[in-house]
């Protein structure tokens, strides 16, 4: 299974704890749990392997920050363990999703026909070589 969107994971995270997302996103300082709650989702994006700068991006700090919420909650194992069911809720949510998604078989080729139109390069070369000389010669006039 592919990672979630980083969207989702925020959301996801942010509806555990209840906040909205966007103050969440945006303030800078707050109680505790926000910052717990903010750590704990960078962590979860790293767990599914996005960059610590993308991450950063989306959760409007620095990278390096983004690395200090990874640490803390890797080393606290009460964070680690919250960590662990939201990211069981995320694959929950991923799964109907993954499985809703159905890919049609390729259909079986024509008889006799080839899978793909072999290029002429020669008479591509002869079509390029007469449209350099045509705009050659109409600037020339």
């Not at 749990?33 to 994006?45: G, H, L, N, T, V």
């Not at 890919?103 to 008889?111: F, H, K, T, Y």
């Not at 006799?112 to 006039?141: C, F, I």
Request: proline content about 7%; glycine content about 4%.
């Amino acid at each position: 299974m592919s990672a979630p969107n980083m969207r989702r994971i925020i959301d996801t995270v942010c509806g555990v704890y209840g906040y909205d997302r966007r103050p969440f996103l945006r303030e800078r300082r707050g109680p505790r749990e926000r910052a717990e709650a903010r750590q704990i989702m960078c962590w979860i994006c790293r767990s599914y392997g996005y960059p610590f700068n993308a991450i950063g991006l989306a959760v409007r700090r620095d990278h390096s920050t983004v690395m200090y919420s990874a640490r803390v909650v890797e080393a606290d194992d009460r964070l680690r363990s919250v960590a662990a069911d939201i990211v069981k809720i995320i694959d929950a949510q991923e799964a109907p999703a993954a499985a809703a998604v159905k890919v049609a078989p390729p259909a079986p080729p024509r008889e006799g026909a080839t899978a793909y139109k072999p290029v002429d390069w020669g008479a591509w070369a002869d079509r390029v070589r007469v449209q350099e000389s045509r705009k050659l010669h109409a600037n020339r006039w």
